[in-house]
């Protein structure tokens, strides 16, 4: 990605400016030389199901032309105001502002890929396979997971577990992710822990292993680009889910399609997209992203900048309480008496309070908190406060779990930039 001035923000901008990396970076391949169009084979499958069509001409289609459809100042269509972050591969995220719906709309449901997007995509040929220490390894389609298990819709959190990496000081290397790499929409699917059980969890098992269709970003077809796991007790709670539809409709090519897992309140690495295969493991699952420093953090604090060992890192699990305001948006204009909303949400946790400040934290106001829709669901708030003169102020969000844990205003430092839940706060204006 370009920096300063340079920064690309939007697809269009990529494909402007460099087409074959473009092309590459959101399809997967560069286009054949013998073909002026974005892509071949199987990859042209994929850009048609983002426009929503089949396109005819495509072979006349010059290197790197966009789509009227697609050149929205989107990231991609079908994707409304996300912020480009990374282009190899591609990561997008959502500003607060735009996460204002109870529900979020596939539109505004944030990008977080780590390799390339497999080139097939279809949900008529796709296989899922669940072995390891089963007592009868399964593969089945999607229709077979349609008609053998209960399919369930339910609202579910995911979170990239470095979501709010930017604001560390010093800077942890990644994604540099503010707030919006958070999402909850409403997943169409079948329970893990339904399918797990038909095919027969043999005693001693301790970890799932997942795996995708995504590709290595250097191409290797033998490498994987990740494949994390969770602790079988995890993988048996009733709300992961094996999901084929995104808020009532297809998942998105950027989001997992035509499978993946959704595992809510961990993090989002754990909700493996474009899934493949599901094998059950009798030791921790030591696949890409899952050892060394990836997805984890020091078992003690550490001074900011601090060099740590290795083995001095734990497996993120549950993600920590934390909440988003939603509106007013930060550097908003505003009158006397303002309305306040949000979401909030816990890992495994529900939130049972969420309180406002307009002072700088010197009092605090509780705000109206909804239950969750359903176990893994963020919660709704909101409140209105009042402005007493006109002038600068800031609003200050901080939610309480379950536990009696509370957002802090700023957390430890650690190394990767991982579970940044300091508290939000945005700026307005009263004139």
Known sequence: MASGDDRITTVSEFFSRDPAAADLAV???????????FLRGAGLAT????????????????????????????????????????????????????LDDPVTPTSRHFIRNNGLVPDDMDPATWTLTVDGMVDTPMELSIADLREQFEV????????????????????????????????????TGVRLKDVLEKAGVQDGVVYTAHVGADMHLSGDP??????????????????????????????????????????????????????????????????????????????????????????????????P?????????????????????????????DVTALHVSIDFGATWQEAELDAPVNAGAWQNWRTAVTLPEAGYYEIWARATDSAGVAQPFAIDWNPKGYLNNRMHRIAVRRG
Request: one cysteine or more; proline letters at 9%.
């Open 27 to 37: 399809f997967g391949r560069v286009a054949r030389a013998d073909r002026r169009g």
């Open 47 to 98: 850009m048609a199901g983002m426009v929503g069509a089949a396109i005819p001409f495509s072979i006349t289609m010059p290197q790197g032309y966009i789509p009227v459809a697609l050149a929205q100042g989107d990231v991609l269509t079908g994707k409304d105001g996300l912020t480009l972050l990374n282009d190899r591969p591609v990561n997008a995220e959502t500003p607060p502002h735009l």
């Open 152 to 187: 369930v819709t339910m609202a579910l959190t995911i979170e990239c577990g470095g979501n709010g990496r930017a604001f560390f000081d010093p800077p942890a290397s990644g994604n540099q992710w503010t707030l919006g790499a958070v999402a909850c929409s409403e997943w």
């Open 222 to 319: 033998d490498k994987l680009p990740i494949s994390r796991g969770v602790p079988i007790g995890k993988a048996m709670t009733d709300n992961v889910l094996i999901a084929f539809e995104m808020n009532g409709a297809p998942i998105h090519p950027m989001n997992g399609a035509p499978l993946r897992l959704v595992v809510p309140g961990w993090p989002g690495s754990c909700s493996q997209k474009w899934l493949t295969r599901i094998w059950l493991r009798d030791i921790v699952h030591d696949g890409p992203k899952m050892t060394g420093t990836s997805y984890r953090v020091p078992n003690r604090p550490v001074e900011p900048g601090e060099e740590v060992a290795k083995e001095d890192f734990e497996i993120i699990e549950r993600m």
């Open 321 to 349: 309480v934390k909440s988003l305001i939603t509106s007013p948006e930060t550097g908003a204009s505003v009158g006397e008496s303002v309305e306040v909303r949000g979401h909030a949400w816990s890992g495994d946790r």
